[in-house]
C-alpha cells in the first residue's frame, strides 16, 4: 500500500507532478529492499567472482498491484525477474514441464467439495519460486541499484529458483510435492496436482495451482493440520475460505455454491469500451448468418483476436456463450466488420446479464411412515440444472428414491405407494408428463 499511500499523499499536497516520479520510486525502492531481504532469509544466492566462460543473465525488477474479488488494491508488490530468454537449453536447464491444473479439474474439485459438503479454504505461498532448488549452475547480475559496494563486478551464484528462470516451476512442484508426500499426502495419478490424505473416515483434499492452494476437508482439523505442514516450511497467507482464484469469484453458503467471474465482465467491458454499451437479450442474432464474408470490411485483428480470448478465458464460467465466442473464433485471421458486430453482441449480451455462473443447487428431503417422520437428507445436487424446474425434479427423483422409502416396503409389508406430494408445481407437471 506503500505506492498508493505516496499517491495520495502528494495529491492532496498539491506538490508539482514532476515531484511525483521521485516519490514513487523512493517506494519502490523499498518494496525492492524487501524482496532482496527475502532472498538473504531463504539463502537464495551467493555473491561471488564470475567464473572464466561463464555468462551471468540480467535481472530486473517488476512491480504489479494485488487486488481483491472487488477489484481494490489489496497489495503492492514488487519482484526480482530473471531475463530468462538468455538462457540457453541444455546449458542453462533441461526438464521444464510442472503440472498445472485446468480450469475444468478446479471446477470438478469444487462440485465434489460441493457435494460433499466441504467448506473450501484457500491458502498461497509467499515468493514461491524461491523455495525451489536448482540443479545447473546459474549465475545472475546484481540488481541495478542494489550492487555491492566492496564488489561491484561480481555475479550471484544461485542456490534456489528465481523468477523468470525455465526450470523455475518444475523446481517449485518438486519441492512442494515431496513436502506434502513426507507429511502422509497421496498425489493424483491422474491429476498431478491433486493431493489426498486419508485420516481414519476423515479426508482432505487439496488441489494446487503453482502458488495457490485450495482445499476442504470432511474434518475441520485436518484443514488447521494442512495450514500447520504447509507455514512449517513456507511462507504462507492466512487460511481463508475461498472467495477469489484464478479470476473466479467464489460464494459458498447452505443453498450451494457460486461460480462466478462477475469482476473479470466488468474489467474487459471496461477494456474495451462496452460498458456503457445497450444490452442484448441473446448471444447471436438469428440474421444474418454469420460467414467468412470475404467482401466485408477489413477490421483491426489485434483488437478482434484481443477481444475473443478475453471471452474465452470467460467460458471458464459461462457455457451459455461457449458456442457464441468459438463461433466468431473461427474468423481470427480475417476478421470483417460483420465479424466484429458479432463479438461486440456478445459484449452487449454479458452487459445485461454480468454475474450469471454456475449453481450447485442444494436438495433436501424428508421420508415418513404414515405420519411419523423416519428418515431426512440434505445434500448437493450432481448436476448444473438449466431451470428451477429441473434443480425441483431431481430433488423429488433423489427423495423418491432413498433407501429408507424402498426398505421399508420389504419391512414392514407396506402397500405400494401410488402417490407423493410435492409442493413444486413444475417438477408435479413434469412427472405426469405434461
Known sequence: MLIEATRTMLSESKLPIFFWAKAVN????????????????????NLVPLPKGKLPIGTRCVFRNKRDDSGVIIRNKAR???????????????????????????????????????????MDVKTTFLYGKVKEEIYVCQPLGFEDSQYPDHVYKLDKALYGLHQAPRAWYATLTDHLVANGYTRGAIDQTLFVRKDKDDLILVQIYVDDIIFGSTSSALCMEFEGVMKKKFEMSAMGEMTFFLCLQVKQNSKGLLIHQGKYVTDILTKFIMMESKPASTRMAARPVLTSDLDGEDVDQHLYRSMIGSLMYLTASRPDIM????????????PKASHLIAVKRIFRYLVGKPRLGLWKSTTGGCQYLGDRLVSWQCKKQRTVSTSTAEAEYV?????????????????YNTPKLNRWTSGFTSSVTVSNGN
Open 395 to 411: 430433488a423429488a427423483s433423489s427423495c423418491c428414491s432413498q433407501p429408507p422409502y424402498r426398505s421399508s416396503r420389504i419391512r
Open 26 to 45: 523512493t517506494a519502490c525502492y523499498v518494496l525492492s529492499q524487501e524482496e532482496l531481504m527475502q532472498f538473504q532469509k531463504l539463502k537464495v544466492w
Open 323 to 334: 458456442f457464441s465466442v468459438f463461433k466468431c473464433a473461427r474468423y481470427q485471421t480475417n
Open 80 to 122: 526480482l525477474v530473471v531475463q530468462g530468454f538468455y538462457q540457453q537449453e541444455g546449458t542453462d536447464y533441461e526438464e521444464v514441464f510442472a503440472p498445472v491444473a485446468r480450469l475444468e479439474a478446479i471446477r470438478i474439485f469444487l462440485a465434489y467439495d460441493s457435494y460433499m459438503n466441504f467448506t473450501v479454504y484457500q
